[in-house]
C-alpha cells in the first residue's frame, strides 16, 4: 500500500514547481526541456506542476515541437508563462499571437516582466491580455514598497529573485523577510525565481561544488514564511525566523503544519498560497522532488 503523505505538504505545495529547465544552471535545448516537462506531467508527483516557464525567444521553437509531446497529454492544455525581455510590448504581440494559434494545445497563462520603474509598470500593465496574469520583478535594493503599490493597484503580482549562479545574487533572510511582510501587507500575491533548490534553508556551495558557500533558502521555508505571514501568525523578524529555521523547527502533519508553537490548518494553507505565495521556478522537476522524498515528505 502506498503511503500517504501529510495534507500539509499537498497544499503547501499544489501546483508550486514553475518548471524552467531552458534556464541557469540547467539551460536545456528546447526538446530536451519539453521533453522533461511532459514526462513529469504524466509522473506521480503531476499535482506539484505549476507553469513551463520560457523565455519569448523561444516561442516559436515551442510551438515547432510541442505538438510531438501533446499526443498523449493527460491533462490540456500546457500552461506556459513567458519571460518577457528588453521590448515587453512587442513580446506580448508574440504572446497573443501564440495563443491564437496554439489554443488548445498550449496556452500562455502568465507572463514575468524584468524590473521595471514605477511608471513603465503601470504602461505595460496596460498592454496585457485579458486572462493573463503579470508577475512584475521586484528588485530587493529599492522602491519594494513603491512597486508594489504599483502591482496592486494594477491588480497584478510581483517576482522576486531568491538567489542565482552567484554568491551575491542570494539575498539575506532580512531582505527577504521585509519583501514577504510588504508583498502580504500589499495584498500582492508573489511567485520566488533562483536558487529554490532544496526544501529548506542551509550553507551550501553556490554554484556547485569548489564553489564559495551562500546561505541559500528553502522552498518549504518561504512558503511556509508566507503562509504564517499570511495568517497573522509571524511579522518583522519572526518572519526572518521562518526563513532560516532548520528541519526539526517544522512538522507537516494531516491537518495542519506546526512551526514553533504556531499551527495552520490546510485550509488556511490553501487559502495563503491562492492569496500570497503562488510558486517558485526551478530549473529542475526531479531534483525538489528527490529532496522532498529524501526528507519523508513525499
Not at 508550486?16 to 544552471?25: E, K, Q, R
Not at 534553508?201 to 564553489?211: D, E, F, I, N
Not at 532560516?244 to 495542519?256: I, L, T
Not at 521556478?281 to 529524501?294: A, Q, V, W
Amino acid at each position: 500500500m502506498t503511503e500517504t503523505k501529510p495534507a500539509s505538504i499537498l497544499a503547501l505545495l499544489d501546483s508550486s514547481i514553475d518548471y524552467a529547465g531552458m534556464f541557469l544552471p540547467a539551460k536545456l535545448p528546447v526538446d530536451d526541456m519539453l521533453r522533461s516537462w511532459a514526462a513529469a506531467r504524466r509522473g506521480e508527483h503531476a499535482g506539484l506542476l505549476g507553469r513551463l516557464v520560457v523565455p519569448s525567444h523561444a516561442l516559436d521553437a515551442v510551438e515547432d515541437l510541442a505538438p510531438r509531446y501533446l499526443t498523449d497529454e493527460p491533462r490540456r492544455p500546457w500552461p506556459l508563462s513567458v519571460v518577457l525581455g528588453e521590448d515587453p510590448e512587442a513580446e506580448l504581440d508574440l504572446v497573443r499571437a501564440f495563443n491564437d494559434r496554439l489554443r488548445g494545445g498550449a496556452e500562455v497563462v502568465s507572463v514575468e516582466v524584468m524590473p521595471l520603474s514605477t511608471r513603465a509598470i503601470d504602461r505595460v500593465g496596460t498592454y496585457l491580455s485579458p486572462g493573463i496574469e503579470a508577475f512584475f520583478e521586484v528588485p530587493l535594493d529599492g522602491e519594494v514598497e513603491a512597486r508594489l503599490a504599483i502591482i496592486a493597484s494594477g491588480d497584478f503580482a510581483a517576482k522576486v529573485r531568491t538567489g542565482g549562479v552567484t554568491a551575491a545574487a542570494f539575498p539575506d533572510a532580512a531582505r527577504l523577510g521585509a519583501f514577504v511582510a510588504s508583498a502580504a501587507g500589499a495584498q500582492v500575491p508573489f511567485k520566488a525565481t533562483a536558487g529554490l533548490h532544496h526544501p529548506f534553508a542551509g550553507q551550501r556551495p553556490a554554484a556547485g561544488a569548489g564553489t564559495p558557500s551562500v546561505a541559500m533558502h528553502g522552498f518549504l521555508n518561504l512558503a511556509v514564511a508566507a503562509v504564517l505571514c499570511r495568517v497573522g501568525a509571524v511579522e518583522g523578524d519572526e518572519i526572518i525566523d521562518v526563513l532560516g529555521a532548520p528541519r526539526d523547527a517544522f512538522e507537516f502533519r494531516d491537518v495542519g503544519l506546526a512551526y514553533r508553537g504556531l499551527i495552520v490548518d490546510v485550509d488556511e494553507i490553501a487559502a495563503a498560497r491562492r492569496a500570497l505565495f503562488r510558486s517558485f521556478g526551478s530549473c529542475s522537476f526531479d531534483e525538489p522532488i528527490e529532496e522532498l522524498r529524501t526528507e519523508g515528505l513525499l
